[in-house]
């Protein structure tokens, strides 16, 4: 298997339009998913080293972006995010005074809670795959979750390309709707 590598000095030119274009149908608002493709780009700059090169590029930066959007939902929906800031005196510490969010753990940190939010995402997102009719659910799981080619699919799947992106889009269109139901509510 050959290991794919990592262009930052690319990412811009080769994925920037595809990234807005996957923010902009997930946020509606042109600022926010601006914001969050460059979230998307600094965060793979950040974590480059950890890239393992079994993903293709695109798609390892797919998964960030991802990632983004439901923090990002997750921060406008939760009373943590609208909460106020203070601030709070410690007895242990030399200054004045400390700023709360300077003693508490960053609620946007990429490695809080991973494990059990990654894993109950899991187990949603692939509640819901199984709810979806066979071959969308095939379509999507070979496409976005194994990072198969569009041609590879088609072939294995005997399906032109249109008949491939209009089940994908139809499965994320269903995934959504029931991941708004049991995933992000408060």
């Not at 909460?83 to 510490?93: L, Q």
């Not at 999507?140 to 088609?154: A, L, N, P, Q, V």
């Not at 072939?155 to 269109?173: C, F, G, Q, Y």
Request: net charge negative.
């Amino acid at each position: 298997m050959t290991l794919n590598k990592l262009h930052p000095d690319t990412w811009v030119d080769s994925y920037a339009d595809y990234l807005f274009n996957y923010a902009i149908s997930r946020v509606s608002d042109t600022e926010i998913a601006k914001d969050l493709v460059q979230e998307t780009f600094f965060a793979g700059l950040k974590s480059a080293k950890n890239y393992k090169g079994d993903a293709a590029e695109r798609t390892w930066l797919i998964a960030i972006l991802k990632r983004k959007v439901i923090d990002h939902y997750r921060k406008i929906n939760s009373k943590k995010g609208k909460a106020e800031v203070r601030m709070n005196y410690s007895a242990n510490s030399d200054g004045e005074g400390d700023w709360l969010e300077e003693q508490v753990a960053d609620p946007f940190s990429s490695f809080e809670n991973d494990a059990i939010e990654n894993e109950e995402l899991g187990m949603a997102i692939y509640d819901c795959i199984s709810k979806l009719p066979k071959k969308q659910s095939m379509v999507f799981t070979m496409k976005t979750i194994r990072g198969m080619s569009t041609e590879d699919i088609c072939k294995e799947l005997d399906i032109n390309p249109s008949n491939l992106w209009v089940m994908i889009h139809r499965a994320r269109t269903a995934l959504m709707g029931c991941l708004n139901q049991n995933w992000f509510k408060i």
